[in-house]
């Protein structure tokens, strides 16, 4: 996606607006209100843009993509 600017794509547009609405709901459902709600949101983005901005800029934490899966131990 790119309308003069940004990046993007529809599937990921797609996959943001279904997370935020089922947390939307869910904070509905626990009586949040809109402020703290929004608050929240807020807080998200942010992150977000932090973590984007943080991720493309220290070479480090690009490396750390590449060191292949993760293993999951469940004890039991």
Avoid: N
Wanted: aromatic share 8%; hydrophobic share 55%; net charge positive.
């Amino acid at each position: 996606m790119d309308s003069k600017g940004g990046f993007g794509t529809i599937s990921g547009v797609v996959l943001a607006v279904v997370v935020l609405q089922m947390l939307a709901s869910g904070l509905e459902l626990l009586s949040w209100t809109s402020f703290a709600r929004d608050l929240l949101f807020g807080g998200l983005l942010i992150a977000v843009m932090a973590i984007r901005v943080l991720w493309t800029k220290m070479p480090s934490l690009r490396a750390a993509k590449s060191i292949g899966p993760v293993e999951l131990h469940v004890f039991g």
